[in-house]
């Protein structure tokens, strides 16, 4: 079970992804920064978290929300994806990171 405080930085972080991710599928502006430094980006900015790995437990995952049936949004999942699994970077302050993709239809999918 997690803390309060796991539970707001889970929100949190799963906020930030489908913000970005709507923002890639937004059809009328680009994505201002690209993925792959998105990507280290946010592994680094977990390195800053001191209770990492007692909150994480065995594996940190991220989720990448997408909407699977806009183009816009897929292309960025599966470029993330390819990102993830070609960086390099399989761990965060020692605990391995997995990417996983999760198609939402719309934001009430979020509640859950």
Known sequence: MLSKEGKAMKRAFLLLLFITVLRAASPAQEMP?????????????????????SRA????????????????????????????????????????????PLPIQSAAGLDS
């Open 57 to 100: 437990g065995a594996t940190l995952t991220v989720g990448i929300l997408y909407q699977k049936y806009y183009r816009t949004s897929l292309n960025v999942e599966n470029e993330l994806i390819s990102v993830c699994n070609e960086s390099g970077i399989q761990e965060v302050e020692t605990v391995p990171l997995s990417c996983v």
């Open 33 to 53: 920064v690209p993925v792959d430094i998105q990507h280290r980006l946010l592994t680094k900015i977990l390195t800053f978290d001191r209770n990492l790995k």
